[in-house]
């Protein structure tokens, strides 16, 4: 059974960092794209940055300055690193696994079941 379970998350004044963490069991999680996304209240659920097989990585523009995105492929493990934290980062940050169809699966796609971020003084 495919599981993607973060923790990490907490309360936090402005300014300060947490640093989230995904455990995924996956099989062959190597060969999966591993995303971050949150959810604030009344909000649609966005990107905040996804990590590549290949270790790049990609951020979005509010990110990008502030957070990094790491993966351990023996521990099976995704991290979200964040700094700065401002109250807008206040949502619920999941983890997501995905991995393109082959000609011998279909394309397959996992969530986690999210960890609350609070900043908030």
């Known amino acids: 059974q495919v599981q993607l379970v973060e923790s990490g998350g907490g309360l936090v004044q402005p300014g300060g960092s947490l640093n989230l963490s995904c455990l995924a069991a996956l099989n062959q999680f190597p060969a999966f794209k591993m995303g971050w996304y949150r959810q604030a209240p009344g909000k649609e659920r966005e990107l905040v940055g996804q990590?590549?097989?290949?270790?790049?990585?990609e951020l979005v523009d509010f990110a990008k300055d502030r957070w990094t995105i790491s993966r351990d492929n023996k521990k099976d493990t995704v991290y979200l690193q964040m700094h700065n934290l401002k109250p807008e980062d206040t949502a619920v940050y999941y983890c997501?696994?995905?991995?393109?169809?082959?000609?011998?699966?279909?394309?397959?796609?996992?969530w986690g079941q999210g960890t609350q971020v609070t900043v908030s003084s």
């Open positions: 997501n696994a995905q991995r393109s169809a082959s000609p011998f699966r279909p394309a397959s796609q996992y």
């Open positions: 990590i590549f097989p290949s270790a790049i990585v």
